[in-house]
C-alpha cells in the first residue's frame, strides 16, 4: 500500500483544514488507519485513528474536540478535519495503515510522506 497525505498548508489561529490520506496500488479499506504528526524538534506523536469500517475513532487529548478522522472506504481515503487550530499544532502530518483492522499501537507498517501544517498569524 502507498499512502498519500494532502491537504496541508498555512492557516491562521482559529481556522480549519483538512487532510486527506488516499490509497494506492491497494485498497487499505481493511486496515485502521492513523495520522501522527512531527513538529519541529519534537518526537513524532500520534493525533487519532480509525477502525476499517469507521465504528472506532480514538484521539490524543490535544486534539480531542477539535479535530474529526472519518474514512470513505469507496474513495479508499482517510481524512482529519481540524478546527479551532493552534499554533502548537504546527507539524508535518502523516497518515499510516495499521496492520490490523482496528487501531493498536506500534502496528503501522504504511506510511505516507506526511503534508506540512502551519498554524501562524
Known amino acids: 500500500v502507498q499512502l498519500q497525505a494532502s491537504g496541508g498548508g498555512l492557516v491562521q489561529p482559529g481556522g480549519s483544514l483538512r487532510l486527506s490520506c488516499a490509497a494506492s496500488k491497494r485498497t487499505f479499506s481493511n486496515n485502521a488507519v492513523g495520522w501522527f504528526r512531527q513538529a519541529p524538534g519534537k518526537e513524532r506523536e500520534f493525533v487519532a485513528a480509525i477502525s476499517w469500517n469507521g465504528g472506532i475513532t480514538t484521539y490524543a487529548d490535544s486534539v480531542k474536540g477539535r479535530f474529526t478522522i472519518s474514512r470513505d472506504n469507496a474513495k479508499n481515503t482517510v481524512y482529519l478535519q481540524m478546527s479551532i487550530l493552534k499554533f502548537e499544532d504546527t507539524a508535518v502530518y502523516y497518515c499510516?495503515?495499521?496492520?490490523?483492522?482496528?487501531?493498536?499501537?506500534?502496528?503501522?507498517?504504511?506510511w505516507g510522506q506526511g503534508t506540512l501544517v502551519t498554524v501562524s498569524s
Open positions: 499510516a495503515a495499521n496492520r490490523r483492522s482496528v487501531p493498536a499501537s506500534n502496528e503501522y507498517i504504511y
